[in-house]
């Protein structure tokens, strides 16, 4: 999945909507959203279109319990589009805004740097990559890494060790 060198990737439309007035204390986040995306999106020559959600906890706790089976809330969910979908809709994302600040305030990082990490984990997952195993997080942890490394962000897995 890594883009040919010389081949630029196919177009990406990003549509945010911010569904929750706690948003607001983040005037950066549609940008830092698809900033990280698009960014995602480049390194793996990837076009279509995505669709954002900026939520929050009991927003997301709904969508968890509804599709997951898990009732409390997360920090992002993912929801790929059909894989023989030719419209080019790779699929949805949504973050909660409460998870996320907590997890940003009890792991010492960024609110931003949080959610670009929370937005290109959740673009991944559109594309297939998972974290289920050690073989798969293998995979999809160094990709995350080195996306946030291309956008000048921190590493989000600093002490994972790397070969």
């Not at 973050?95 to 960024?110: F, G, I, K, M, W």
Request: without cysteine; aromatic residues 6%.
């Amino acid at each position: 999945m890594t883009p040919l060198p010389g081949r630029r990737a196919a177009a990406l439309d990003i549509d945010v909507q911010i569904a929750s007035p706690l948003w607001q204390a983040q005037p950066q986040a549609e940008k830092s959203a698809r900033a990280a995306i698009a960014a995602a999106a480049v390194e793996l020559g990837v076009g279509g279109e995505v669709s954002v959600l900026l939520t929050d906890d009991a927003s997301i706790r709904i969508l968890n319990r509804d599709w997951r089976k898990i009732d409390k809330p997360t920090n992002v969910l993912s929801f790929p589009a059909a894989k023989n979908a030719e419209s080019g809709f790779l699929g949805d994302i949504a973050v909660a805004y409460e998870t996320l600040a907590r997890e940003s305030a009890d792991e010492h990082r960024e609110f931003l740097h949080h959610l670009s990490h929370l937005a290109v984990h959740g673009f991944l997952h559109l594309l297939g990559y998972d974290h289920e195993t050690d073989a798969q997080a293998d995979v999809m942890e160094p990709l995350e890494s080195r996306i946030m490394r291309s956008m000048k962000l921190p590493d989000p897995y600093p002490a994972r060790e790397r070969s």
